[in-house]
Every structure is written in C-alpha cells, then in structure tokens.
C-alpha cells in the first residue's frame, strides 16, 4: 500500500510540476541587432519588432575625432536596452538601460583616435 502511495504522490506531483510549467507566460521578446556602421557623419538605423513593422527605437552611429557614439532613442517603452560601440569590428562598448519610455535617449561612448568608421548594435527587449 505504502508503494502505491508513493507512486501516486510523485505522478501527483510531476503533473502539477508539468501544468506550472507550461502556464508559465514569457511576453518579452528580444531583438538583437546585426553590427552595422557607417563612416559618414552619422547614419540612423530603424529597430522593429521581431515580425512587425512596429518601431522600437532608432540607433544613431556618429564620431568626431576622438569618439565613436551609437545613441539610442526609444519609440516605445522597452524592458531594457544595451547598444554596443565600437571603431572596429571588435571590442565593443556596451551599456545598458531598464524600464525606458517612449523618446528616452542614451548614448554610448567608446574612445577612438581618429576613427574611420563606426561601428554599433543593440540589443532590446521589449
């Protein structure tokens, strides 16, 4: 009897554990932008929802003569944000932002002498 118990309990329990499981929501999605770059001035690139024409914000590649820049500007609100920075192609700069409204802006700041191009991607959830 005490061996029936048993297994009734844990088929009891791996059931719950199996139905929590899957009522478990995940709504955030995430976008992760490919590395773009420019060598104008600056360059404003578009990021939408995964599947929609829905904008989330823009990524704004610019330099100067010391700097490389990629300004985020949200178009939404977003869980959190990181954009990358980078004169190369290689060894970003990252930083990241939480719970951002529709039009906050930040931007990331990588030191470079004399750079050529910049280059720049984010990350966003939303």
Known sequence: MKMVNKKLLVGILTLMMSVGMVSIQADATTIITDVHYTSTAGYTFHIR?????????????????????????ASKYCESVTAYVSGTNSGFKDFTVSKISAKYSFTVTKSVDKPTIVYGKCSVTY
């Open 49 to 73: 929802e995964s599947g929609s024409t829905t904008e989330l914000g823009t990524m704004y590649l610019t330099k100067d003569s010391k700097n490389v820049y990629n300004t985020f500007t």
